[in-house]
């Protein structure tokens, strides 16, 4: 092909044009990783409370913790502070590690305690209940142990909230030592720690994961003590990382082998140039059209995307494979 003035003109405005494009993708497009995306459409309210449930539960959210490499009591220090400090994190709703204190039931349930009462008497408050409550509070902070209860009061002065922590109380629970969870063998400290970020959420997962990995690394009483975390969020983060690097791999792999063929076949620099231009104009210009109507775009979606517009590598490939010599483009 004869590299004429308009020709390059042509060149260079196709790539500032993709460059352009590429520019707006990358500033708006954004790549999710909710694999719930791809479950059905939930038709009816329970499979709507089912798909939630899946992602959204706090069983699905919840990390198992456990601490290890230290003796006990510096496991048993080490699981409170850092327990302390999950919860005071953006990161996580609730963490527990077996240490009963008037603060275990979560502030948001607060509001709804008489609702998740099933004593109806309970519920039927009126005035002559809240006054016989308020006087027995009253004969609670003049006794001894009355400053034990004296945050409580204030908030729930029925103290029906611990009526409730009492009745959801398991009947079997870990191991107990310092007033911490242990396993059977007394070797790990245990504690559970619930995500904000939905299950199969890996990118905000990973975030979790390195705010515990973090406050981990400021608690821990010895250098020797390891952390194990396990759960939903945790495989996914897992599953999401081996999925990746294979893929990015196989991509690699898969680019080499196509860079060394074209070389090989046409021995020229510019018919590789030329062959790419119709797979990123086609890449840049979808993922351009996504980015303006909708803002996102699932990473499963994406790959096969891609996958589907390799078509777009067939023509300039037969154009280049079909010239003769003296033979015009055209």
């Not at 310092?178 to 939905?198: H, I, M, S, Y």
């Amino acid at each position: 092909m004869k590299r004429t003035a308009g020709a390059l003109l042509l060149l260079a405005a196709w790539a500032g044009g993709l460059a352009t494009l590429g520019v707006f993708v990358e500033r708006r497009l954004e790549v999710g990783s909710d694999l719930r995306l791809f479950l059905p459409e939930p038709r009816t309210p329970e499979q709507r409370i089912l798909l939630e449930a899946i992602g959204e539960g706090p069983a699905s959210r919840l990390l198992v913790v456990a601490l290890e490499g230290a003796p006990r009591d510096a496991l048993a220090a080490s699981s409170s502070a850092l327990v302390e400090a999950l919860r005071l994190s953006d990161e996580f709703r609730f963490a527990a590690n077996g240490d009963t204190s008037l603060d275990s039931l979560p502030e948001e349930l607060l509001p709804y305690r008489y609702l998740l009462s099933v004593d109806d008497d309970t519920r039927a408050l009126d005035r002559d209940r809240l006054r016989t409550a308020l006087e027995a509070r009253a004969r609670d902070l003049a006794s001894p142990g009355g400053f034990a209860l004296e945050p409580l009061i204030a908030r729930d002065p029925t103290l029906l909230s611990l009526a409730l922590l009492e009745r959801w109380e398991p009947a079997e629970e870990p191991r107990r030592e310092l007033d911490v969870w242990f396993d059977a063998a007394g070797e790990r400290a245990l504690l559970v720690a619930e995500t904000r970020a939905p299950a199969f959420d890996p990118s905000r997962q990973r975030a979790a994961l390195a705010t515990l990995d973090d406050a981990f690394a400021t608690t821990r009483s010895t250098p020797e003590m390891t952390l194990t975390a396990s759960g939903v969020g945790s495989f996914s983060v897992l599953m999401e990382a081996r999925t990746r690097s294979a893929a990015e791999n196989l991509a690699r792999f898969a680019t080499i082998g196509m860079l060394v063929l074209l070389l090989a076949a046409y021995r020229r620099i510019g018919a590789l140039i030329l062959s790419a231009l119709p797979l990123a104009s086609a890449a840049v210009a979808g993922l351009a059209v996504v980015s303006a109507l909708f803002g996102s775009v699932h990473g499963i979606t994406l790959a096969f995307g891609f996958t589907l517009i390799g078509v777009a590598q067939d023509y300039p490939l037969h154009l280049l494979s079909h010239r003769r010599p003296g033979a015009p483009p055209d």
